[in-house]
């Protein structure tokens, strides 16, 4: 019998998907149409993929919304997609509950143990609202849907792009042909076949996760969740519930990679044939190091919330060619632009522009003048920049990380990969901040291994040892903890922008 699992609790597929379906009907109770939209701000949990799947029976737009937001961005986007239902877990209602527009409707899905145990909550934080229904109770008094098909829409993801607010991905309604296509494409990059084994370690509000879900669930023998990324517990899940599939990003790499050697050997995990990760470049130093523990198992794509995959790289294709992201999926297309809007040549860093017809066209919703910003001879920016070599895409960095200092454009990406290597460094993160001589100089916010107090002067003589000298940063801060999401994915934004305020340009 197939199951999803959270953390240790698990529940049968077939009755996920019913109750999915008694979901829909309920929404379909509500109000909600084709084309309308349904927020969820849930962590991972059973109720997200069933409201998920309850919006898509409907044709309508699944909204995931990024919970670790403050209340105001959380807000923002709830009034910008106007949903007609807004799904939330309980305690992150609270603190927008008084300030959703009254025409939404909310469900409250209760706080999870599992969420409540992995963020240190209380009863009185999860303590469900009086006036909203309560999504157990409420789906259970609905048959199971049973209109026709609907044609799919995907999610609409909200993605910062390059500048700017956070903007709704919306994508047109799919033609059978670019919906056949798009399972292909995610079964050759995801490797998803019937009766995996896959786990999922990252946020379901990102879009890779969020697609390697709606793929696996319908194929899977076990698809797992985590509540929040913790190394130690991902090697566990792998060996526990014979993982042979997973989708991750390069910081839980780097996190699993500093476990202890002895904690590392603790787990069995020769059930892996098939790891994909995308979201960030992934240093080769470290991509290697996971190859040699896990063996030719690690896949990576390049993509975004806008343009879908547009590259693959298979283990032995990464080996052939370390560091590259890949090459072009079946049927896309890609140029790389330089500052003067003409496209490079092979070799030269450019402005990476992809289109791939599996994916339906899009629009920024409310915002089309944003989606023009980003599109150049029909084709889509991600606000990326690399090269081409050999056929193979590599990766700089993104362009709004990029510093110009003096005239130079530094990549920060580089300089953390070599950083990431530093055996007292369990993350950080490089970036610009105002410099009146040289316009821009680097700063690293470092987050150190426990019980390591290394100091400045440590950490520039390590990079001097493998960087050109102005790829050292001349601000070094050190910080107990970084801002980090659940896939361990730094907040750069809450530490950069403190030093831009009142500079008056770059914010």
């Not at 005239?407 to 009146?436: K, S, W």
Request: charged letters at 25%; one cysteine or more; hydrophobic letters at 40%.
């Amino acid at each position: 019998m197939s199951q999803v699992i959270l953390d240790g609790r698990a529940m049968e597929r077939d009755l996920l998907t019913r109750r999915a379906l008694q979901a829909a009907r309920g929404l379909d109770a509500l109000g909600v149409r084709e084309g309308d939209a349904v927020a969820l701000l849930l962590r991972n949990d059973f109720a997200f993929l069933e409201a998920q799947q309850a919006a898509a029976a409907l044709g309508a737009y699944a909204v995931p919304i990024n919970w670790h937001g403050k209340p105001e961005e959380v807000l923002y986007i709830v009034e910008d997609a106007r949903p007609r239902v807004l799904v939330g877990h309980a305690d992150l209602l609270a603190p927008v509950r008084d300030r959703i527009p009254a025409d939404i409707i909310v469900v409250t899905v209760p706080t999870p143990p599992e969420a409540m145990r992995a963020f240190s909550l209380t009863e009185e934080d999860a303590a469900p609202p009086t006036d909203a229904l309560e999504w157990n109770a409420w789906l259970e008094g609905f048959a199971p849907w049973d209109g026709p098909p609907m044609r799919s829409r995907a999610t609409m993801i909200y993605t910062s792009g390059t500048t700017g607010r956070a903007k709704g991905v919306r994508r047109e309604a799919a033609t059978p042909e670019q919906a056949r296509a798009y399972v292909e494409l995610l079964r050759s990059v995801y490797g998803l076949q019937p009766g995996v084994r896959a786990l999922i370690a990252g946020p379901l509000y990102h879009a890779s996760p969020n697609a390697y879900a709606r793929q696996a669930l319908p194929a899977c023998e076990v698809l797992a969740m985590q509540t929040k990324f913790d190394p130690e517990a991902v090697l566990a899940a792998i060996e526990r519930h014979r993982i042979s599939h997973m989708v991750a990003v390069p910081t839980m790499f780097v996190r699993m990679l500093k476990l202890p050697e002895a904690v590392r050997r603790r787990y069995d995990l020769g059930s892996l044939r098939w790891v994909t990760h995308t979201g960030a470049p992934c240093a080769p130093e470290t991509k290697r190091a996971l190859m040699d523990w896990w063996g030719p198992v690690v896949y990576e794509t390049y993509g975004g919330t806008e343009v879908g995959t547009a590259t693959l790289s298979t283990p032995q294709d990464w080996l052939e060619f370390p560091g590259s992201v890949g090459r072009l999926t079946p049927g896309a297309r890609m140029a790389l632009y330089g500052e003067d809007g003409h496209p490079v040549a092979p070799g030269e860093i450019g402005e990476i522009f992809v289109r791939v017809p599996a994916y339906a066209d899009f629009t920024y919703h409310n915002h089309p003048e944003k989606r023009r910003e980003v599109e150049r001879d029909g084709l889509i920016s991600c606000g990326d920049v690399g090269y081409v070599k050999d056929d193979h895409l590599y990766l700089c960095d993104r362009r709004a990380d990029m510093v110009i200092s003096a005239g130079v454009n530094i990549y920060p990406a580089e300089i953390e990969a070599v950083l990431l290597q530093c055996p007292t460094v369990r993350d950080c993160a490089v970036f610009g901040i105002p410099d009146d001589e040289m316009g821009e100089s680097l700063a690293v916010a470092i987050e150190c291994m426990p019980g390591a107090a290394p100091d400045a002067e440590a950490i520039r003589a390590f990079l001097a040892e493998r960087l050109a000298r102005y790829k050292v940063p001349r601000r070094i801060d050190f910080h107990v903890a970084l801002p980090r999401e659940d896939s361990g994915k730094i907040f750069k934004r809450r530490l950069r922008d403190p030093f831009w305020q009142g500079a008056g340009r770059r914010i």
